[in-house]
């Protein structure tokens, strides 16, 4: 069986740019309810955790171990903590229980 790859790719280019384009086109107006415009701005932290909380357990073997680090970075979050102090939090404790473990 022969593939074509520029079939799958110009499929691929039409989708991805339909998906962009399309809400541009329809919503031509800027959007007055409050809680549509609410919703629409929570929507890139969400689709972010959902994407990289699941990974975050698949980085490391032990469990344990990704378990503390989401704990130590939860904790660093809402302590205040900048984005770098976050991740170096959460990487420490990751690094420091593989130590023992």
């Not at 680090?69 to 939860?74: H, R, S």
């Amino acid at each position: 069986m022969q593939h074509n790859y520029w079939i799958y790719l110009l499929i691929m280019f039409g989708v991805t740019y339909l998906t962009r384009v399309l809400p541009l086109l329809i919503f031509k107006e800027k959007i007055h309810n409050r809680f549509v415009r609410s919703f629409l701005a929570y929507i890139p932290y969400a689709v972010l955790a959902a994407m990289t909380f699941p990974a975050v357990f698949f980085a490391v073997d032990c469990v344990p171990a990704a378990a503390a680090g989401v704990a130590a970075a939860v904790f660093a979050a809402l302590a205040g903590g900048s984005l770098f102090t976050v991740a170096i939090s959460a990487s420490a404790v990751v690094y420091m229980i593989l130590l023992i473990f």
